[in-house]
């Protein structure tokens, strides 16, 4: 089943403490990017890849790493996470080329940061 | 730079009724847009997309739109609402320009009436 998974799905952690959420995608596609959904603000992207080691910004990058080193994965680092981050993250991902491919998303990954 | 606005973060219509959702956009270059539904506790499911080619499009579950340029809108529609609507939709803007930034409205939360 052609699918972008996240884990893990809910995550209760402490400020400071290093954390990474994983994703996966099993549909071969270049592009992936991470996104934050709060209440009143919508979805708003963090980090995007191109494609392997090409990653790129997004419109509040600041407090999180991402790395590409495999095409199928793209996890979400917080180095340092504060109460400000907690919030609902998604992981998505589509193919590159055409007439704008569909975005997959993944389940959402609840995230508490106490 | 790219932006998004949808007018009204609640919208109520009566099970049969006609359902219109608003989205404006601004963007420096000519534009692709989408509109996206998100079911309780479930990730993001395109609804439907314009990437330049006819105006008017038609998504899933018996949605359109229709991408006016003077107005700089891409309105959401449906003619007769279904109980199964309810949900929260969101409209984005994507130049797809050498990046992969997207950028959604703060979304509407439709509520169907019976």
């Known amino acids: 089943e052609a699918q972008v998974t996240q884990n893990p799905r809910y995550l209760i952690t402490v400020t400071g403490k290093k954390l990474t959420v994983t994703c996966s995608q099993n549909?071969?596609?270049?592009?992936m990017s991470w996104y934050r959904q709060d209440p009143g603000l919508g979805l708003r992207q963090i980090y995007y890849?191109?494609?392997?080691?090409?990653?790129d910004k997004g419109d509040v990058p600041e407090g999180y790493k991402v790395s590409r080193k495999e095409k199928r994965n793209f996890p979400l680092i917080l180095e340092s996470p504060s109460p400000n981050q907690t919030s609902l993250y998604f992981c998505?991902?589509?193919?590159?080329?055409?007439?704008?491919?569909?975005?997959?998303f993944g389940p959402g990954t609840r995230l508490t940061v106490l | 730079a790219q932006s998004v606005t949808q007018l009204g973060s609640h919208v109520s219509v009566s099970e049969g009724a006609l359902v219109l959702l608003r989205c404006n956009y601004s963007?420096?270059?000519?534009?692709?847009l989408f509109w996206y539904v998100q079911y309780p506790n479930q990730g993001l499911q395109l609804l439907l997309k314009?990437?330049?080619?006819?105006?008017l499009v038609k998504g899933i579950n018996g949605f359109e739109a229709e991408f006016k340029k003077s107005e700089t809108s891409f309105h959401l529609t449906k003619p007769s609402a279904h109980m199964s609507d309810a949900a929260e939709y969101f409209c984005?803007?994507?130049?797809?320009?050498?990046?992969?930034?997207?950028?959604f409205g703060t979304g509407t939360r439709l509520t169907i009436i019976p």
């Open positions: 998505a991902s589509r193919k590159a080329g055409g007439s704008y491919n569909e975005q997959f």
């Open positions: 549909m071969n596609h270049e592009y």
């Open positions: 890849s191109m494609n392997v080691e090409v990653t």
């Open positions: 963007s420096s270059v000519p534009p692709y």
């Open positions: 314009y990437t330049s080619a006819a105006t």
């Open positions: 984005a803007v994507s130049t797809n320009f050498g990046n992969e930034k997207l950028t």
